[in-house]
């Protein structure tokens, strides 16, 4: 399964949650809400989840093989740091003269 497309979405509630991520797949599966959280040793994915009964969360996408999980993980990450950098530089620029 390839990868072809990955969306970041900021968000704007937790501070813990950095952003939510959107992946497609061989372009014709896309999977919604990848959570990007902020850890106590960083930055890591958090799989799309629902909450069940009593307030827990389970997670509803489960990637069995641990070097494609890996992979994945990775690369949305990486189309976060391109993101956040990328809105750094259109929100902090100088006004052209």
Known sequence: MKITDIKIRLSSGSSKI???AVVK????IEIH???IVE???GLFVGMPSQQ???GKFF???FITD?????????RILEEYEKFVK???VAVFDEPEK
């Open 66 to 74: 641990e070097s494609f999980k890996k992979h994945l993980c990775d």
């Open 59 to 61: 997670n509803i996408v």
């Open 52 to 54: 069940g009964t009593g």
């Open 18 to 20: 950095k952003a939510f």
């Open 25 to 28: 797949f061989d372009d014709i």
């Open 86 to 88: 990328d809105s750094e």
């Open 33 to 35: 809400s990848f959570k």
């Open 39 to 41: 850890g106590k040793d």
